[in-house]
T-cell receptor
Framework: DGGITQSPKYLFRKEGQNVTLSCEQN?????MYWYRQDPGQGLRLIYY???????QKGDIAEGYSVSREKKESFPLTVTSAQKNPTAFYLC???????????????FGPGTRLTVL | GQNIDQPTEMTATEGAIVQINCTYQ??????LFWYQQHAGEAPTFLSY????GLEEKGRFSSFLSRSKGYSYLLLKELQMKDSASYLC?????????FGAGTTVTVRA
């Protein structure tokens, strides 16, 4: 079955520790995205990547880092510089985007990160 | 971002119809998506509009007016399982900008 996996579903970390969230897809999608969702707010884009070895900052990239060494994988590191890291993190992928084209994003199940 | 605005909450009775409105900035607009999200789960795709008019998919329909920067999602014959958050998202320069979501509660 094709899809996007994120693990773990729940993650707890102590303040000041870096933590890496995994995202893997076997949909053969070129583009991948990381979003953060807080209660009462919409999804906010952290980073996105349209092709291997390339990625771009989204609207709230500060305190986060990513890598895209493989097409299937787009891990997100939440660093100690992120002031308020507790949130629900969603990874998504889509076919490579062209301006004006249809590009439905498929979402993973999410990781709920709690920093104690 | 696209400054996506949608109501925070709506309540309706099982079997009824509910219309969720969404407004957005029109500059750089390339299309509008609607997603459904149940609590604690990932959003799932409902519809995509790039041209003006109504797109119907079973009990759900989505409408777009590009000149007015306006869309709505229409949910007909409401069922209890339709209780969820509905996210409006505009695409602009390869990126999706999401609204805060509208929480729909369906009551018996």
């Amino acid at each position: 079955d094709g899809g996007i996996t994120q693990s773990p579903k729940y993650l707890f970390r102590k303040e000041g520790q870096n933590v890496t969230l995994s995202c893997e897809q076997n949909l053969n999608h070129d583009a991948m995205y990381w979003y953060r969702q807080d209660p009462g707010q919409g999804l906010r884009l952290i980073y996105y990547s349209q092709i291997v070895n390339d990625f771009q900052k989204g609207d709230i990239a500060e305190g986060y880092s990513v890598s895209r060494e493989k097409k299937e994988s787009f891990p997100l590191t939440v660093t100690s510089a992120q002031k308020n890291p507790t949130a629900f993190y969603l990874c998504a992928s889509s076919i490579r985007e062209l301006a004006g084209s249809y590009n439905e994003q498929f979402f993973g199940p999410g990781t709920r990160l709690t920093v104690l | 971002g696209q400054n996506i605005d949608q109501p925070t909450e709506m309540t309706a009775t099982e079997g009824a119809i509910v219309q969720i409105n969404c407004t957005y900035q029109t500059s750089g607009f390339n299309g509008l998506f609607w997603y459904q999200q149940h609590a604690g789960e990932a959003p799932t795709f409902l519809s995509y509009n790039v041209l003006d008019g109504l797109e119907e998919k079973g009990r759900f329909s989505s409408f777009l007016s590009r000149s007015k920067g306006y869309s709505y999602l229409l949910l007909k014959e409401l069922q209890m399982k339709d209780s969820a958050s509905y996210l409006c998202a505009g695409i602009n320069d390869y990126k999706l900008s999401f609204g805060a979501g509208t929480t729909v509660t369906v009551r018996a």
